[in-house]
């Protein structure tokens, strides 16, 4: 009896604390139709399902500290955009009531730098022969482990534009985070040994296939006229990217993805939709 008294008030502590916590982080109402607005790809959730990313984004920037980088001065607007788009990835990745528990996957960083555009970084590599080189990379975003992430606001904020492309830098480094959850960065993020097992087993199938129709395409494509791939090549890195880049079609492109990829659509939802028919089941329930 006392057990279950006790673990009553601390659900409804944890209740009360979830919705201070959205109330003192609330989106103003302009700000997030304007986040919509521009953010087409968004359309085609349902009323409940922005309703529950509004409430995530309020617990984002709760958590998160952003910073401006070459005199970028932070606004709400600036935060807000990252927000929404961070959050897409976790949506349905807990239970409806739990938006604390989504947000738990992006824990192991608090900051965020904004640059107003592309970054060169400098980089050093060894090749296969020893030898040490040095360059400079153009970067639009990059996360390291325990922060922080730093994104081009010029491609945040052009997201909508560019999802055309199936490109979005946002859910790009926010898959990388999920992924590096358990201290690495192998294209699988955090699930038991034998899920993982199933997911890499599928994901390094489709890597191979799209590595040979990227480099098909590279080579014959533009001869030929066939159509450019729908993911971005940068996928052929590794692994990981792959996942990363397979990640933002999957979000900002669905219709074309589920075509095109329909094995990557499967394990995809089995991961990152998890809580989506129980949300459409009490949507339907509240309409009848």
């Known amino acids: 009896m006392i057990i279950a008294w006790w673990q009553s008030w601390q659900e409804r502590r944890r209740k009360a604390r979830t919705a201070a916590t959205i109330?003192?982080?609330?989106?103003?109402?302009?700000?997030?139709?304007n986040c919509l607005?521009?953010?087409?790809?968004?359309?085609?959730?349902?009323?409940?399902?922005?309703?529950?990313?509004?409430?995530?984004?309020?617990?984002?920037?709760?958590?998160?500290?952003?910073?401006g980088a070459q005199g970028l001065e932070i606004t709400d607007a600036h935060a807000t955009m990252v927000a929404v788009q961070a959050c897409v990835p976790i949506l349905h990745i807990a239970p409806v009531d739990r938006p604390d528990l989504a947000l738990t996957w992006y824990d192991s960083f608090v900051g965020i730098v904004l640059h107003p555009g592309e970054v060169r970084a400098r980089r050093e590599w060894v090749d296969e022969d020893g030898i040490v080189h040095s360059g400079?990379?153009?970067?639009?975003?990059?996360?390291?482990e325990g922060g922080p992430l730093m994104l081009a606001w010029s491609d945040v904020q052009a997201a909508g534009e560019l999802a055309s492309q199936a490109y979005n830098v946002v859910i790009h480094e926010f898959i990388h985070v999920m992924?590096?959850?358990?201290?690495?960065?192998d294209g699988c993020p955090p699930m038991p040994r034998d899920k993982r097992?199933?997911?890499?087993?599928?994901l390094q199938a489709e890597y191979l296939r799209f590595k040979e129709a990227s480099d098909a395409w590279q080579r014959f494509g533009r001869i030929t006229g066939q159509a450019e791939p729908l993911l971005d090549p940068y996928g052929t890195e590794s692994l990981d990217e792959f996942f990363a880049v397979a990640a933002e079609a999957y979000f900002v492109q669905r219709t074309r993805f589920a075509q095109l990829h329909p094995e990557l659509l499967s394990l995809f939802d089995g991961f990152f939709s998890k809580s989506a028919e129980k949300l459409n089941q009490s949507s339907s329930a509240d309409q009848s």
């Open 37 to 67: 607005t521009a953010l087409p790809f968004l359309e085609q959730r349902s009323a409940l399902e922005l309703a529950r990313l509004r409430e995530l984004c309020s617990f984002f920037l709760g958590s998160k500290e952003f910073t």
């Open 23 to 33: 109330q003192r982080h609330a989106i103003d109402d302009q700000l997030w139709r």
């Open 179 to 185: 992924d590096m959850r358990d201290g690495q960065a």
């Open 197 to 202: 097992r199933l997911w890499l087993t599928a």
């Open 136 to 144: 400079s990379e153009r970067l639009t975003g990059e996360v390291m």
